[in-house]
């Protein structure tokens, strides 16, 4: 490893005192090349001291260090700043919860949740960011791809220049906080406190997340999927009973939804739905034909497959008989942004402090959105489809 300037001039200092006139030489030598190089690219004095810095053992001691900070203002030096923020700030804007816990508790709560996980994942550096998507509405031949037009080689005396065209989709970061009262027992041991707090937010921030996805109205949140410009609205029939699903309300969804996202789509539903979906049959003869009944029949799992794709209930659904009871989409098709660097955690004693309790505070930085922002209609025919498909109010 290549000596830092410092390190040359103490060894000068050490070759000058000796009187060896051959190294003193040798070292001005490297000095003088030293200070020819860029200083960006010259041994860093303190790279040493950066590899080596120590890093909190569990979650719970890190938590222990933003309390400990909130309560005597001492920092404990293996606590991260927030990024633009000086350490004496540290309870106002909070600090970087380690990456390994903050990659941990993510992936916590993308499991616990049950959307999140199935979406596009777009990292973000900045607080927005803007992508050039193809804008593409129809599958006619000159639309394709937003305009692009192919031709064969016996029509190519006709063939006119064709370029795509672009719409640009734009995600900007919003503050997803999370508050969690801790006792002044809880406070006492770090293990216990950090595995308490990493489940409750792992499984509240997945929730929030997947509530986002579906119903964010994309004001200082989420943009959710039933409010997105690019959702079908599946008709209920004529004549439909209220707060009912029947097998023709499957059928239209399914033919609604395009062919090449069936593969990764999936059937969201509101648990009240399911009462629906097994009682559903098509008409045959004198009688009829099951449509939906979980794997092994009643005397089994409730959860089982509709038209080849699965079916999960999820409580961010419509209530039964409303727009949004039951969704089919491909969630691949969903774009969720999320801010680098993770989690930010703080604590403050001014809340709750009479009864005993601080409040620690967690903030999470991510945008989404659905990509597709209009229904498509197809090559032939003149039925829509896109990847987002609910069915109606009945």
């Known amino acids: ?31 003088e090349n030293l200070t020819k190089v860029n200083p960006k ?17 569990i979650f719970g001691e890190q938590l222990l260090a933003v309390h400990k900070f909130a309560t005597t203002h001492e920092l404990d030096p293996r606590l991260k700043a927030a990024s633009g923020l000086n350490e004496g700030v540290g309870a106002e804007g909070g600090f970087l919860v380690e990456e390994e816990f903050t990659t941990s508790l993510l992936m916590d709560a993308y499991e616990t949740g049950i959307l999140a996980k199935d979406c596009w994942k777009v990292p973000m550096t900045k607080s927005n960011l803007t992508m050039n998507l193809i804008d593409e509405t129809s599958r006619a031949d000159g639309q394709r791809r937003g305009g692009i037009l192919t031709y064969w ?69 989420l943009l959710g999927i039933l409010n997105g410009a690019g959702l079908i609205t599946q008709a209920k ?17 399914w033919n609604r939804l ?28 004198l009688g009829g034909v099951n449509v939906f009944m979980p794997p092994g029949g ?26 949004g009871d039951i969704i089919l989409t491909d969630l691949s098709e969903y774009a969720l942004g999320q801010k680098s660097g993770g989690i930010k955690a703080a604590a403050s004693i001014h809340v709750q402090f009479l009864t005993g309790q601080q409040v620690f505070r967690f903030t999470l930085r991510l945008d989404g959105q659905p990509v597709k922002n209009s229904a498509m209609t197809p090559f032939k025919g003149s039925t829509t489809r896109s990847p987002y498909v609910a069915l109606a109010t009945r």
């Open 258 to 285: 395009p062919a090449k996202n069936r593969k990764k789509a999936k059937w969201y539903i509101n648990q009240d739905v399911e009462p629906q979906l097994m009682q559903m049959f098509v008409e045959a003869g």
């Open 41 to 57: 690219d010259r041994p860093d004095d303190n790279a040493k001291a950066k590899d080596e810095a120590p890093k909190f053992k």
């Open 298 to 323: 009643l005397v089994s799992s409730p959860n089982g497959i509709l038209l080849g794709r699965p079916v999960e209930p999820i409580e961010q659904c419509s209530a039964l008989g409303t727009a």
């Open 153 to 221: 080689a016996a029509e190519a005396g006709t063939a006119a220049a064709t370029k795509p065209k672009f719409r640009q989709m734009k995600l900007s970061l919003n503050k997803l906080m999370g508050f969690y009262y801790a006792t002044d027992e809880e406070l006492e041991d770090a293990l216990p406190l950090g595995n308490t707090m990493k489940k409750f937010f792992a499984e509240d921030i997945g929730f929030k997340i997947d509530d986002g996805i579906i119903n964010g109205t994309g004001a200082g949140q």
């Open 1 to 31: 490893m290549k000596k830092t300037y410092e390190e040359l001039l103490e060894d000068l200092k050490k070759a000058v005192k000796d009187g060896n006139t051959e190294v003193r030489a040798e070292i001005k030598t490297e000095i």
């Open 237 to 253: 029939e004529v004549g439909q009973t209220a707060a009912t699903v029947v097998a023709q309300n499957i059928i239209k969804m």
